[in-house]
Each structure stands twice: as structure tokens, then as C-alpha cells.
């Protein structure tokens, strides 16, 4: 057993010797020829790792110190453009109402000033559709009087029902207490429309008008209204086997679904 740990002894003794041996027959040689020397030219590769391997963590620490440092900050920028962005979604949304509002005002001032209308915004309309009517915003002290004829830019509204002094009740085409002398442009028959709630039916016609989709039906003259404003376009004709007259089912002119501006025409 020792003369085994002795030869191993011995047998690592000699290896360390052979191998400075070998380093300095290296050594010498390079410093004979004038070359760099290989044993120099790898501990520097290795210095070189180490020390960048040390540089990086270095930075890394840096970088990571600076970033917990800038946190509360990114947390307040963050905030702020939040902020911003919510007040120009606001200032957005104001200016397409600006827009819509502008535009709706536009459409009616030709009627305004052909009618010498009273120009009004739709405020108000019936909860649950207890009938078809809509609220303006002017009333008797602006001039308006009842059975005063509605008009949009489009066509008929409806006619004015209450009077209050700043506001006003208009009952729509569509209402079924609503009745406006009509005459079909094309041809000239004669009839009245009537509300039926979703539309508006031209009764009365004679049987043998040769109505068609598309006909364009506009007013009599009458209390409320002057002659030849748009009511409403034949969507359906109906004919009955035992009448002398057949009715029209007209799409009223006017966008009674989405009033805005409208104007109150002087009897």
C-alpha cells in the first residue's frame, strides 16, 4: 500500500517536471526567435474574459440600480399621458358634437330663411312612446303659435299641438291623430295621409291613379302647411275589391327616427 502512494508520488513529481521542462524549453524558444509567447498570449485571452465577464456584471448591477431608481418616475409619465390621452378622447367627442350640431344648422337655414321659419332644437321626446311627439325648444316667446306646420330639411315633421313659453309639443306625421291634405306629384291625385305610427298611409286615392313605388307625395295646401313640401315617398300601394279609392303606404321624407334641427313654418 505505500510503495503504491510513493510511486504515485513519485509519478506526479516527475509530470510536474516534464511539463515546467516543456514551458520553459517554450519560453526560451520564443524569446530566441523574437515571437510572442504562447503561454503569455493565453493568460492574456484569459484576463481579458475575466475581465470582461466582470465589466458586464458591472454594468449590469449599474443598469439594474438606474432602472429601480427611474421607476417612480416612468409610473408618473405614464400617469400623465394617461391623463392627456382621456382629455383629448373629451376634446374629440366635443368637437364631432360641434360638427354634427354645425351641420344639422346648415341643412335647415335654407328653410329658415325660404319660410321665414323659426329655427328649434329637438330637446325632448315621449317616454315609451306613449305617442308620436317631440319637444323643441322654443315656445310662444319666440313667436311660435299652434297648428304651425314642423318642416327638417328633408320634408314634413309634424305641426305644433301645445304652447308653452319656452317650449312647444309637435305631433309627428306619424302620430295617429295626424292628418295633411296630400297630393302625389306625379299626375296630381289627391288624398290624405294619415299616421299609422311606423308610417304613413295615403288615403283615398282614386283607384284608377297609376301609382308606382317610388312616387313622390308632397302637401296640399291646408291650415298648417303650404303646398308641395315633401311628405314622404309610395313605398306599397294597396287595393281593396270593394272601394273606389286605394291607399298608399308612403316612407316619411323627414328622419323622424333622428331629429335634431328642425323649423316651425308661420301659418
Given amino acids: ?23 520553459a ?37 449599474r443598469t439594474g440600480t438606474g432602472n429601480l431608481v427611474a421607476l417612480p418616475g416612468l409610473s408618473n409619465d405614464n400617469a400623465r399621458l394617461r391623463d392627456e390621452n382621456r382629455k383629448l378622447r373629451e376634446e374629440n367627442a366635443q368637437l364631432h358634437e360641434l360638427a354634427a350640431a354645425y351641420a344639422a344648422e346648415s ?6 330663411d325660404f ?11 315621449p317616454p315609451e312612446n306613449e305617442s308620436q311627439s317631440i319637444t323643441i325648444d322654443k315656445g310662444a316667446a319666440a313667436g311660435v303659435r299652434r297648428d304651425e306646420g314642423v318642416l327638417d330639411a328633408n320634408g314634413v ?7 308653452g313659453p319656452f317650449t312647444s309639443t309637435i305631433v309627428l306625421i306619424t302620430d295617429y291623430t295626424s292628418r295633411v291634405p296630400a297630393v302625389v306629384r306625379r299626375g296630381r291625385w289627391w288624398g290624405i295621409a294619415r299616421g299609422n305610427v311606423t308610417s304613413v298611409r295615403m288615403e283615398y286615392i282614386p283607384e284608377d291613379a297609376p301609382l308606382r313605388p317610388g312616387d313622390v307625395v308632397v302637401t296640399g295646401e291646408g291650415r298648417s302647411f303650404h303646398a308641395g313640401v ?10 281593396g275589391d270593394t272601394t273606389l279609392y286605394q291607399t298608399a303606404v308612403l316612407k316619411p321624407a323627414a328622419a323622424l327616427g333622428a331629429l335634431d334641427r328642425v323649423v316651425v313654418v308661420p301659418q
Fill in 1 to 23: 500500500m505505500f510503495i503504491y502512494r510513493d510511486e504515485r508520488k513519485l509519478f506526479a513529481l516527475i509530470s510536474i517536471i516534464i511539463v515546467a521542462a516543456l514551458v
Fill in 25 to 61: 524549453l517554450v519560453q526560451i524558444n520564443a524569446e530566441r526567435t523574437g515571437a510572442e509567447s504562447p503561454i503569455a498570449v493565453a493568460a492574456t485571452s484569459l484576463f481579458g474574459v475575466v475581465q470582461t465577464v466582470v465589466s458586464g456584471s458591472a454594468d449590469l448591477a
Fill in 107 to 112: 341643412a335647415v337655414r335654407p328653410v329658415v
Fill in 115 to 125: 319660410y321665414h321659419g323659426i329655427e328649434a332644437r329637438v330637446v325632448g321626446f
Fill in 157 to 163: 315633421v309634424g305641426r305644433v299641438i301645445s304652447v
Fill in 230 to 239: 315633401p311628405i314622404g315617398t309610395v313605398a306599397s300601394v294597396e287595393r
